[in-house]
């Protein structure tokens, strides 16, 4: 069983490998005084970074679980996210309304993808 981890801190790593499947921690936006429509590009922008630094691909997501902090915003977060999501490559996914950590992020995403 082959286990790697990448941008690893004390609390999380950004990124495991496990054999064949790829597991990110929660992405945010950098931008916190963005709108959710900005918020929801530059999060996808780090999950795409991400998932190629480690030799995987946005069409290559099996699961994303998306948490936002009104629902009000979903129609938003969904036309930046339709945009971004390859054609004939939609994951698995949910979309909950969360307590976000910090008062001013309005969306962050957990994705799972294979290699």
Not at 11 to 21: A, I, L, P
Not at 67 to 74: A, P, R, S, T
Not at 82 to 97: I, T
Not at 98 to 114: F, G, H, N, R, Y
Request: aromatic share 6%; proline share 3%; hydrophobic share 45%.
């Amino acid at each position: 069983m082959t286990i790697e981890r990448y941008q690893t801190a004390a609390r999380m790593s950004k990124v495991v490998v496990h054999e064949n499947t790829i597991y990110l921690c929660g992405q945010v936006a950098e931008d916190r005084s963005a709108n959710i429509m900005d918020q929801t590009r530059t999060m996808l922008e780090k999950v795409s970074d991400l998932l190629f630094s480690v030799g995987s691909s946005p069409e290559k997501m099996l699961s994303a679980t998306i948490y936002l902090k009104n629902m009000d915003h979903f129609k938003d977060m969904n036309t930046v996210w339709d945009s971004w999501v390859p054609e004939g490559h939609a994951p698995a996914r949910a979309c909950v309304q969360a307590a976000m950590a910090s008062p001013d992020l309005l969306v962050e995403i957990s994705v799972i993808a294979a290699k």
